[in-house]
């Protein structure tokens, strides 16, 4: 089975501080993906990334950033936290786009608290 | 741009009832996909059921099926003989031929009352 594994499902940090948030794959898939999941907002995508070293933004990646070293590891980084980035975070992978067998899988989150 | 709509924030049915969840899209494009996810309390989003939209017959998976209207541009999903388990957050979500990038809806909480 695919795995998307999430480095924390809780994680409490200060206003200000630097986060890391890691999702690792164990599938070789070229895309990954990060969303932010908030209630009555549903799913809103933040960036995602082709490959290696590649990243693109997505409806709002403002105050993130990204990195992609490797092909299993995708980092979602908040520079500086702020209050209104409190949320629940999900890792997504998928193979490259073909068309027809489109899947994405998630790991299982991680709840953001900014203090 | 397309966007997902989910109507219904919240939806409850007694077990062994037939619910239907309401989905609407919006793309300009004719190639796309669109899916139902099931989040349930562990928060692992899990894939219920996919409609290729070149695909006239409505997807079909078990208990879970789809009203696939396309000139309506509605999406719905059908739960027959809804289970204790079946209580979830429901997305609806989108996905254009060729591109990566999933478009969810804002979520349906499905209740399962025994």
């Known amino acids: 089975d695919v795995k998307v594994t999430q480095s924390s499902r809780y994680l409490v940090k200060r206003t200000g501080e630097k986060v890391f948030l890691e999702c690792v794959q164990d599938?070789?898939?070229?895309?990954m993906f990060w969303y932010r999941q908030d209630p009555g907002l549903g799913l809103r995508l933040i960036y995602f990334?082709?490959?290696?070293?590649?990243?693109e933004k997505g409806d709002i990646p403002e105050g993130y950033s990204v990195s992609r070293e490797k092909k299993e590891r995708f980092s979602l980084i908040l520079e500086s936290a702020s209050t209104n980035q409190t949320s629940m975070y999900l890792c997504?992978?998928?193979?490259?786009?073909?068309?027809?067998?489109?899947?994405?899988?998630f790991g299982s989150g991680t709840q953001l608290s900014v203090l | 741009a397309q966007t997902v709509t989910q109507s219904q924030p919240e939806m409850s049915v007694q077990e062994a009832e037939t619910v239907t969840l309401s989905c609407t899209y919006d793309?300009?494009?004719?190639?796309?996909?669109l899916f139902w996810y099931k989040q349930p309390p562990s928060r692992q989003m899990i894939l219920v059921i996919r409609?290729?939209?070149?695909?006239?017959q409505n997807a079909t998976e078990n208990r879970f099926s789809v009203n696939f209207q396309k000139a309506a541009k509605s999406f719905s999903l059908k739960i027959s003989d809804s289970q204790l388990g079946d209580t979830a957050m429901y997305f609806c979500?989108?996905?254009?031929?060729?591109?990566?990038?999933?478009?969810f809806g804002t979520g349906t909480r499905l209740q399962v009352f025994p």
């Open positions: 793309t300009s494009e004719n190639n796309y996909y």
């Open positions: 599938m070789d898939h070229e895309n």
């Open positions: 409609q290729e939209a070149y695909k006239q």
């Open positions: 979500a989108s996905l254009i031929y060729n591109t990566d990038k999933l478009i």
């Open positions: 990334s082709y490959d290696v070293k590649m990243k």
């Open positions: 997504a992978s998928t193979y490259a786009s073909t068309g027809i067998n489109e899947k994405l899988f």
